[in-house]
T-cell receptor, first 110, second 114 residues
Framework: RKEVEQDPGPFNVPEGATVAFNCTYS??????FFWYRQDCRKEPKLLMS???SGNEDGRFTAQLNRASQYISLLIRDSKLSDSATYLC???????????FGKGTTLSVSS | DAGITQSPRHKVTETGTPVTLRCHQT?????MYWYRQDPGHGLRLIHY???????DKGEVSDGYSVSRSKTEDFLLTLESATSSQTSVYFC?????????????FGPGTRLTVL
């Protein structure tokens, strides 16, 4: 099992849609979880950290299920500007680095 | 935005030549990282540093070396570049105490090895 797995997509949705991404991770001892966003030919940028109780930031909601070892990201009321690749990120087994998923591509159209 | 710069931003070189990429930060963060990003592979860790002169290997360290003589600078060297090292290289920094904390990325260096 790969350390961090994501559905690569692409997810093609109209403006205003709700879209959800899932991610699974293999290290049951992981403690740090993030979602990053990467625009085409740009560097990854932190979208949000993911906390055990779940957390929300505007239109974005992140959930963590430790028992099943998966993380989700929900985007409500999608905007054209949400079009990007979303990276699921978990800390490494040694705890000294982060492991990045390959990303899920989202395309929002008008 | 975190104060991270990378130089050069683009480079074209020939097989067998040495190449050094520089990452510079103004945040005084302890951890610094070098990744490469390739289609189909995502971001892969090459080397990282947890302090001045303290470095360790990542997932894809073969063919690469690093040095960190000052907190603010982390250098990545390809001793003898090969075409398989054509990639986009990102530097990242983290201010956490454990390393597995939020990382902030530089703008990247596009390297082409002919």
């Amino acid at each position: 099992r790969k350390e961090v797995e994501q559905d690569p997509g692409p997810f093609n949705v109209p403006e205003g849609a709700t879209v959800a991404f899932n991610c699974t991770y293999s290290n049951s001892a992981s403690q740090s979880f993030f979602w990053y966003r990467q625009d085409c030919r740009k560097e990854p940028k932190l979208l949000m950290s993911v906390y055990s109780s779940g957390n929300e930031d505007g239109r974005f909601t992140a959930q963590l299920n430790r028992a099943s070892q998966y993380i989700s990201l929900l985007i409500r009321d999608s905007k054209l500007s949400d079009s990007a690749t979303y990276l699921c990120v978990v800390n490494s087994q040694a705890g000294t680095a982060l492991i990045f998923g390959k990303g899920t591509t989202l395309s929002v159209s008008s | 935005d975190a104060g991270i710069t990378q130089s050069p931003r683009h480079k074209v070189t020939e097989t067998g030549t040495p190449v050094t990429l520089r990452c510079h930060q103004t945040e005084n963060h302890r951890y610094m990282y070098w990744y490469r990003q390739d289609p189909g592979h995502g971001l892969r860790l090459i080397h990282y540093s947890y302090g001045v002169k303290d470095t360790d290997k990542g997932e894809v360290s073969d063919g690469y070396s690093v040095s960190r003589s000052k907190t603010e600078d982390f250098l990545l060297t390809l001793e003898s570049a090969t075409s398989s090292q054509t990639s986009v290289y990102f530097c990242a920094i983290s201010g956490g105490t454990r390393g597995a904390d939020t990382q902030y990325f530089g703008p990247g260096t596009r390297l082409t090895v002919l």
